[in-house]
């Protein structure tokens, strides 16, 4: 195993933690997530304008990061292998 290869091999895994992480301590919708598909409620959609501001927006845009870096450190693992 290269260098190379063992660096990328340790960002993997760090990605994976925050990713595990960030998905936990999310809380799980109240509605099952039926909200999104049926249009929601209307104070559902007036309180999501400031949801980015949120813990809760903040996990999710770290999630979205995290899965992201996940599946592009995993592709160049493959390549590299």
């Known amino acids: 195993m290269t260098a190379v290869q063992m660096i990328f091999n ?5 990605a994976s933690v925050v990713l ?4 936990l301590m999310q809380k799980g919708d109240a509605e099952g997530g039926m ?3 049926m249009g929601g409620s209307g104070a559902e959609s007036f309180l999501g304008r400031n949801k980015a501001k949120t813990m809760q927006g903040k996990l999710a845009m770290i999630t979205k ?8 450190l995993a592709l160049v693992m493959i390549f590299l292998n």
Do not use: E, H, M, N
């Not at 990061?65 to 592009?72: L, Q």
């Open 10 to 14: 340790i960002l993997l895994v760090i």
């Open 20 to 23: 595990i992480v960030s998905v």
């Open 35 to 37: 909200g999104a598909i």
């Open 65 to 72: 990061v995290s899965a992201g870096v996940f599946v592009g």
